[in-house]
């Protein structure tokens, strides 16, 4: 099953996340809505302050995501970077605290106007910079997220600029792709702050470990290197078979659990969550909200059958 859905029914919801006509028809869908919540808690600032309230209050770490990608439109990314400056203006009503900061910012450089053509990455790096200067004002991290695979050399190139501002900044890395080992040596050795995940998009064969045996090997091999590296790993991920290898790849490098942090989306593996949080472990959640949630939510259906199974049985239902 798992295969099959690796080869086949991945391929197409992430083909159809893809169609502008199917977008809107989600949308418009009251049942969509209701399923999307499981994975977006809402879609104003108040209602990520309040996630961020719950979540602190059960002694996790937060990451809040401002939905948005592919902006083609400079006013929109404009618009984007309010947003995350209101949001960490907010910030300051919760508690700080050092060397890791529990409240974090994550972000799109599409969001913020990487994809708008010849400028498109300057842009990109300004916007990201003034919100890197409003975080670092207010005690908050930012991690930059790891979108397809053509925007890796403008992501890390521009994330190495802004490091040399902001040397806290983090990035994700995507362990299916098969630059990521020699990526993570880099990052490893320059001390930097590192969200490695499984990758969530598409990839061809040519540049992409494709297969679900093959990516949880080569996340293993990244994790490896960014533990013994003098940076801060972030382990992204909800895998048991990653989450349970942890303890020995951090006692194998001399790491305590501060030297590190679990890292899982919010609505995905609650419990597992909590459990590792009351174990001691430093665990953040990545709590995304917005209108845009289109995009974000079919990579949640595309990764796991139990999310698309969900997600079907609420659509058989709709109307009892
Ligand atoms: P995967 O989805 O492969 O699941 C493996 C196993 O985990 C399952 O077989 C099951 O046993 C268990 N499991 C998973 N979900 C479960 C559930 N709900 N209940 C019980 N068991 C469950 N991607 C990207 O391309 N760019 C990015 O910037 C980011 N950013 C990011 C941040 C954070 C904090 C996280 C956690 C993830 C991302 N991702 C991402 C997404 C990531 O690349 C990946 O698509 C998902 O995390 C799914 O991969 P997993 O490693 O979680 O395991």
Same mark, same amino acid.
């Given at each position: 099953m798992a295969g099959v859905f690796a080869s086949t029914i991945r391929p197409a919801i992430m083909a159809a996340s893809r169609r502008p006509g199917l977008r809107r028809a989600a949308e418009g869908l009251p049942v969509t809505r209701r399923v999307v919540h499981r994975f977006v808690?809402?879609?104003t600032v108040d209602s990520a302050l309040d996630s961020v309230a719950a979540l602190r209050s059960s002694g996790r770490l937060v990451s809040v995501d401002y939905l948005g990608e592919d902006v083609t439109d400079p006013a929109d990314a404009d618009a984007a970077v309010r947003v995350y400056l209101d949001l960490i203006g907010h910030f300051a009503r919760f508690d700080g605290g050092t060397p890791v900061r529990p409240l974090e910012v994550s972000l799109k450089l599409s969001a913020l106007g990487?994809?708008?053509?010849?400028?498109g990455e300057k842009v990109a790096r300004e916007n990201a910079h003034a919100i890197c200067e409003a975080a670092q004002r207010a005690g908050v991290w930012v991690t930059v997220d790891a979108e397809d695979h053509t925007t890796t050399d403008s992501t890390l190139a521009i994330v190495g600029d802004l490091r040399a501002d902001f040397p806290w900044l983090g990035v994700a890395l995507q362990?299916?792709? #098969?630059r990521t080992l020699a990526d993570c040596e880099e990052f490893a050795a320059a001390g930097a702050r590192i969200r490695l995940c499984k990758g969530a998009y598409d990839e061809p064969a040519a540049v992409a470990h494709r297969e679900p045996g093959a990516v949880t090997q080569a996340y293993l091999r990244c994790l490896r290197v960014l533990m013994a590296g003098s940076g801060y790993p972030m382990?992204?991920?909800?895998d048991p078979a990653i989450v349970e290898a942890v303890p020995a790849l951090a006692r194998e490098s001399g #790491?305590?659990?501060?030297?590190f942090e679990y890292q899982m989306l919010y609505g995905i593996r609650d419990l597992e969550q909590r459990r590792l949080a009351e174990a001691g472990n430093q665990v953040r959640v990545y709590v995304p909200f917005g209108t845009q949630w289109y995009g974000y939510f079919m990579r949640r259906l595309a990764e796991r059958p139990a999310n698309l199974t969900f997600f079907l049985r609420a659509l058989a239902q709709r109307g009892h």
């Open positions: 808690p809402g879609e990487q994809s708008m053509g010849r400028d362990a299916y792709l #098969r382990v992204a991920s909800h #790491r305590s659990v501060a030297d």
